[in-house]
């Protein structure tokens, strides 16, 4: 009886699989058919190739930015400059009795270190 099951298997594989060639022969032969199955086919190797560069772009991305360490990156840069702000607070009391602030300020500069240094610190060529 197994054997019998395994026969008609068999059989049954054998005509789908004569059945699918028989598509595609027959899909070869009518040029619309042709046409149409070679888009199919370049669309789906156009789409797996655009998924797969996606996937390896944003794992290098990703693998970048774990290995970043931005809060030592912005001290660093910030380790560089030297902020000047100048500003005046005055407090006076309003009609009412409460105190109120004016606030005036100048031109705030942001400078680097070595723009600076005193004369005495800086190399011998940079003076003259």
């Known amino acids: 009886m197994a054997d019998e099951r395994d026969g008609r298997r068999d059989q049954d594989d054998r005509k789908t ?6 598509e595609q022969l027959t899909g ?3 040029p619309e058919g042709a046409l149409r199955k070679g ?7 156009t789409q797996a190739t655009k998924e797969e560069l996606m996937r390896i772009v944003s794992a ?33 009391r309003a009609a009412d009795g409460l105190a109120q602030p004016k606030i005036t300020k100048q031109e705030t ?7 600076v240094k005193p004369k005495d610190e800086r190399p011998k060529e940079e003076e003259e």
């Open 17 to 22: 699989r004569l059945g699918r060639l028989g």
């Open 28 to 30: 070869l032969l009518d």
């Open 39 to 45: 888009q199919d086919l370049v669309t789906g190797v």
């Open 60 to 92: 290098e991305m990703r693998s970048f930015l774990d290995k970043m360490d931005a809060v030592d990156l912005l001290q660093q840069v910030i380790a560089g400059l030297v902020v000047d702000v100048q500003m005046q607070v005055r407090f006076s």
């Open 109 to 115: 500069q942001i400078r680097t270190r070595e723009e």
